[in-house]
Each structure stands twice: as structure tokens, then as C-alpha cells.
């Protein structure tokens, strides 16, 4: 009976080792202090938060209870709250209203169209919603286009206020009637040597011109021409310089219109390519009480939109998502001090406190927001318990898979063990989400980089996330 007792208790004291590995409260394990040197990062600067899901303690814990800026692991948040305030079916809704009789198949009035922050409007959606409004019998509009965005109270957003590069979507602000992320869509296409570079826009909007001053030549891939120079005032991209002739096609997005203007120019060239006529102007306003409904467009469900917003760190989707979950907790119109607001409430509902949270835009994209690693660690063991895991876990980009870490650690063998969202500003990088081991269990790690120095620290990432995965098969030793 002893013996029996003794192998029970030396059994348990070894599952107890490989479950609860060696607790690292200060410095970096050593491999990853390493891997942390060639940086220039010091380790002031990294937060490490790596805990076994079914464990009671994390494995390593450096750095965990700083405030830090998260960069685009702060949709971490918005999304898992967007899932639970609003349900994996929500969907955004923009209205079709007739402010004036229609006779035959002549608006004798205004069309209305109202929004309710659909973050994905694409150009073929529209297309599509404005194929109905023909087909249910409208084809000439003699009044004007009324644009209803009254669900969001914004102020006028400058896009170059961030980083001071305006003609980026990613800098898109929010808008209850957001169409198309407010862009166009250039591809660059080199013809042969010395014929020059052609460039395609979708749409063709008339109102921008495109200079196309490029020419093809030896050089690296990566220094081909991403921002042009900008005319706002005569709404023009002047590319100029030498397009790599190695590199095959590129596309980039571009926004340079104002909101209305924009979504004027894109109307009235679908609405012509459809067979409508439409000489009016644009304007916005509210939908009148004698207006008459004429269709609804619906956008797809919240479980497939946080896909995009985690997979590819979409921030404008990210924007309009947070300021849609403050009418989950107040009346319209929606504010970012609103939607900041319900999500502390869904946390501490939760038991989930976040003194040091600051949530300006939901999207990370934010020189003021902060998290610390424990709260984001312990945000994503809360979902790993959530009844909508699945839909949450499966937004996130798998390491040499897909999403932003498509071409990351595609020869590594923690490749499509993990799903992860990264995080980078000049001066952030971040990476949190999920790691699977090769015994198959699963990991919280949350790594928050603030230093100058950030830009060089994907490869310490990288090495994170190898650590992580190869902890089992060191039989419990991370030391």
C-alpha cells in the first residue's frame, strides 16, 4: 500500500511540473533574452504573458501589470465584446427611402439613403443594393441624394492627423454610411521593359486623375512608389520614380475624396451604368416622416466581419464596429466616449477589471490607447471559456497560413498552431491570441513591445511563439 501511495504521489508531483512549468516573474527566460539582444530592445521595453490554459499560474510573467499601447491587439477586445454584446448574427442595415411620389418609374423627389455603420459596404454591395432600388421600379431621380449618417455623431476627421498620410484607407474615419472604405483601388501593372507601368482604378471615378509618371527599372521590391503625391485640391495621385520591373503586379488603396463627394461620384456613375438617370446633388439630412420605405441592404453577420477586422487588422471596420456597440448600452447617436463606456460594463459584468484600459477607437490605431499584458492574457483565457469561442478564435490569422502572418514562420513547425493577432505602430509592437503545442495543449500569450527601437522586433516575436510551442517537448523545463 505504501509503494502504491509513494507512485501516486511522485506520479502527481510529475503531471504537476509538466502542467505548471517554472514561473518567470522578472527577467525573460534565457532563450528568449537572446533572441531579445540582436533587437536593440531592452527588456524595460517587452511585456510576457504566457500562461497553460488548465494551468492556475502563468509560465512566464514579465512586465504584465504595465500599461502598455497595444497597437491593432486592442480589436482583441472590440471584437470579443462586439460577439457577446451584439450576437455572431448581427447585421448592419442601410435604408432605401423615396422623399417624394413615384410616378411610373420617375422620382418625382429626394432618395434617402440611410445608415446604420455597416463596416462593409463594398463597391459590389453597393452595386447590388442599387440594382434593387432599379429593379423595384426607380429609374430617374430628379431631386437630390439626401445622406442620412445621424446613427454616428462625429466630428470631421482629418486623415492625415495620425501619420501624416491622408491618402491611406487606413485612416478612413467613421461614418454611419460608409461605402466602399471611401477608396479606390489602383493596380500597377509593368508592361515590357522600358513601355512603363500601366495603373487601373476601381471604381473609375472621373472626379480623380491620375498621373502615372512612372517608370520601369532595376530595383528591390520594396521600395516601389505606396505613396504618391497628392493634389487634394484638383483631386489628383501623382506617382512618379522607378516601379521594380522583378516585382510583377501590386495594388494599393487609396482615399482622396470627402465623404460626400465620394459617394456622389460613385451613385451617380453605378446609377448610370444600371440605366438610371440622375442629375441631382448631394446632401445631408434626415430621413422625413413622409418618406416611404422603399428596400433594405444587409450587410453580412458580425461573425464573418470580425474575421476580416482580426485577419487582416482592417481599422476602419474595426471603428465602426466599437462605435455601433455603444447603442448596445445608450440611445443614438453613437460616440466613442459611448462605446467606451459599454464595453467596461460588459468587462465588469464579467468580472473583468481593466483599471488601466484606454479605448479611444477600438482599432489600436492610437497614440493614447493602453492594456496591460495580464488583462489582455486574461481577456483571451475568458474566451477560451466563452460559449462563441469558436467564432472568436477562428478571426484570428494562423502563423504561415493566412491573414497578416500569411508569410511568417511558414518553415517553422509551429506554423498552423496558432492563431494570433499582431499588433504595429512606429514605435509598438504586439502580438497576442493562442498557441496549440505539439501535445496538443493550448497557450494564452500576450506580447506588448513600447520602444523605439520596435520596428526590429518581428523576429523576437517569431521566437516567442517557437518558444511557446516547443515548451511541451521539453518535458516542463522553459528554463
Not at 198 to 217: F, W, Y
Not at 387 to 402: A, F, N, Q, R, T
Not at 448 to 457: E, F, K, M, Q, Y
Amino acid at each position: 500500500m505504501i509503494r502504491i501511495l509513494t507512485t501516486l504521489i511522485v506520479s502527481s508531483i510529475s503531471l504537476s511540473v509538466y502542467l505548471i512549468p517554472c514561473v518567470h516573474a522578472g527577467p525573460l527566460p534565457a532563450p528568449l533574452r537572446e533572441a531579445l539582444l540582436p533587437t536593440g530592445v531592452p527588456p524595460d521595453g517587452v511585456a510576457l504573458y504566457v500562461k497553460e490554459l488548465s494551468a492556475p499560474r502563468p509560465i512566464v510573467e514579465h512586465n504584465i501589470d504595465r500599461a502598455m499601447n497595444p497597437a491593432s491587439t486592442m480589436k482583441l477586445i472590440t471584437t470579443l465584446a462586439g460577439l457577446e454584446l451584439l450576437g455572431p448574427s448581427f447585421v448592419w442595415r442601410t435604408e432605401a427611402w423615396l422623399d417624394g411620389p413615384l410616378n411610373g418609374d420617375v422620382l418625382d423627389g429626394n432618395l434617402v439613403l440611410k445608415g446604420y455603420g455597416d463596416p462593409k459596404l463594398t463597391l459590389e454591395d453597393f452595386w447590388l443594393f442599387l440594382r434593387d432600388l432599379r429593379a423595384r421600379g426607380v429609374r430617374e431621380i430628379r431631386g437630390d441624394l439626401v445622406l442620412d449618417r445621424t446613427l454616428f455623431a462625429l466630428d470631421e476627421i482629418d486623415p492625415g492627423r495620425f501619420d501624416n498620410d491622408p491618402t491611406r484607407p487606413y485612416n478612413v474615419g467613421p461614418d454611419a454610411l460608409l461605402v466602399n472604405y471611401k477608396a479606390i483601388r489602383l493596380q500597377f501593372i509593368p508592361m515590357e521593359v522600358g513601355s512603363g507601368v500601366r495603373i487601373i482604378s476601381t471604381p473609375e471615378l472621373p472626379q480623380i486623375s491620375i498621373v502615372n509618371q512612372l517608370t520601369l527599372g532595376p530595383a528591390p521590391c520594396d521600395t516601389w512608389p505606396e505613396k504618391p503625391a497628392a493634389d487634394w485640391v484638383q483631386s489628383r495621385l501623382i506617382f512618379t520614380g522607378v516601379f521594380p520591373y522583378g516585382c510583377g503586379e501590386k495594388q494599393r488603396n487609396f482615399s482622396l475624396l470627402g465623404r460626400n463627394q465620394y459617394l456622389l461620384a460613385l451613385f451617380a456613375q453605378l446609377w448610370r451604368d444600371l440605366g438610371g438617370t440622375f442629375r441631382g446633388g448631394v446632401r445631408e439630412g434626415t430621413v422625413p416622416e413622409r418618406a416611404r420605405w422603399l428596400t433594405t441592404w444587409e450587410s453580412p453577420p458580425l461573425a464573418t466581419v470580425i474575421r476580416d477586422i482580426n485577419k487582416f487588422s482592417n481599422n476602419v471596420m474595426a471603428r465602426q464596429l466599437f462605435l455601433t456597440l455603444s447603442l448596445a448600452g445608450a440611445n443614438p447617436p453613437a460616440t466613442t466616449d459611448s462605446a467606451a463606456r459599454a464595453v467596461r460594463a460588459w468587462l465588469q459584468r464579467n468580472q473583468l477589471e481593466f483599471p488601466e484600459l484606454q479605448m479611444d477607437n477600438g482599432s489600436g490605431l492610437s497614440r493614447s490607447g493602453r492594456v496591460s499584458a495580464r488583462h489582455l492574457g486574461e481577456l483571451l483565457a475568458y474566451a477560451w471559456r466563452s460559449p462563441l469561442m469558436p467564432e472568436y478564435v477562428s478571426s484570428l490569422p494562423i502563423p504561415g497560413v493566412d491573414g497578416t502572418l500569411r508569410r511568417r514562420l511558414g518553415e517553422s513547425s509551429a506554423a498552423g498552431h496558432a492563431h494570433i493577432k499582431t499588433g504595429y505602430l512606429e514605435g509598438v509592437r504586439a502580438i497576442a491570441g493562442y498557441i496549440t503545442d505539439g501535445r496538443g495543449h493550448t497557450f494564452v500569450v500576450v506580447c506588448l513591445i513600447n520602444d523605439a527601437r520596435a520596428v526590429n522586433a518581428q523576429s523576437f516575436h517569431d521566437a516567442v511563439i517557437e518558444w511557446v510551442y516547443g515548451i511541451a517537448t521539453q518535458s516542463g523545463r522553459c528554463c
